[in-house]
């Protein structure tokens, strides 16, 4: 049972920078693949990143690949999203997620455990 913590959204403006935190435990030793995930009421949930928690490979989807950067802290069991140069569009309820594996994957059905999402709004 992997439980996750999340923090750090909040009301920006158009251009700024916002990180997000995602604190695990009660996982495996090995730790788990992370992701994030974006949703817009009405509105599927999108993946957005993800980090495989043993190599690092980390991978983005097109709208924000070049903007944030996810990365992991495997001493202290959490992962963190940076996004710089926020647009109105990335305005959503912002998950982290887990997989019961360390490998990351880009799809929604892959991942496990959820936290309770952040709310990332952006003014323009």
């Known amino acids: 049972q992997v439980q996750l913590t999340e923090s750090g959204g909040g009301l920006v403006q158009a251009g700024d920078s916002l990180r997000l935190s995602c604190a695990s435990s009660?996982?495996?030793?090995?730790?788990?693949?992370m992701g994030w995930f974006r949703q817009t009421p009405g509105q599927r949930r999108d993946f957005v990143a993800a980090i495989s928690w043993d190599t690092g490979a980390t991978y983005y989807s097109d709208s924000v690949r070049g903007r944030f950067t996810i990365s992991r802290d495997k001493t202290k069991n959490t992962g963190y999203l940076q996004m710089n140069n926020l647009k109105p569009e990335d305005t959503a309820v912002y998950y982290c997620a887990a997989k019961a594996t360390p490998v990351a994957s880009i799809l929604r059905s892959a991942y496990a455990y959820w936290g309770q999402g952040t709310q990332v709004t952006v003014s323009s």
């Open positions: 009660g996982g495996a030793a090995e730790g788990h693949g």
